[in-house]
């Protein structure tokens, strides 16, 4: 399952998402990497976010392209969904995805981004900007997913033990 979950997060990171100059991607690859960690802890969580980021830079830029601070970044997401989201309520969730949209994507990809390519600070303060939005919509999507349909939660909670 986890597998699948970095096949998703490659596909929608990469291929299905807009981006604004090079530095600017608006999409849900962060998404299957939260939701791995939610599912199935820190540990799962971490794997899905390294895996997903190296696939996807590598088949879309090519064998040089992975930057390791922001692959650092995905794993640190997928470990703070895993250590808060668990409890998979309402709460934990919208939690769980912002705590790893500001430290993982805001904060430490911008520094990758900034350290790697040395990208302008407007442009940073643009992809925070865009990071926290996508951080609303994809925790309105995870309490949908996992709220709102109790086959859903019993199902998740037999593959997570």
Not at 60 to 66: E, L
Not at 108 to 123: D, E, F, H, N, V
Not at 133 to 155: D, G, P, Q, R, Y
Request: proline residues 2%; hydrophobic residues 55%; charged residues 10%.
């Amino acid at each position: 399952f986890c597998s699948l979950l970095a096949a998703a997060g490659v596909v929608l990171g990469q291929y299905l998402s807009i981006k604004i100059g090079n530095s600017i991607r608006i999409g849900f690859g962060n998404l299957p990497v939260i939701m791995a960690g939610c599912m199935f802890g820190p540990l799962a969580g971490a794997s899905v976010g390294i895996v997903s980021d190296i696939i996807g830079a590598i088949s879309f830029y090519g064998i040089g392209s992975v930057n390791p601070i922001i692959t650092l970044a995905m794993a640190v997401e997928g470990i703070l969904a895993g250590l808060i989201g668990r409890k998979l309520t309402a709460t934990s969730l919208v939690a769980a995805d912002f705590s790893a949209h500001i430290v993982g994507a805001a904060v430490i990809k911008s520094i990758g981004l900034w350290i790697w390519y040395r990208t302008p600070a407007l442009q940073i303060w643009l992809r925070v900007g865009s990071t926290l939005i996508e951080a609303v919509i994809e925790s309105v999507l995870l309490v949908a997913l996992f709220c709102s349909n109790t086959v859903v939660i019993k199902n998740v909670r037999k593959l997570s033990q």
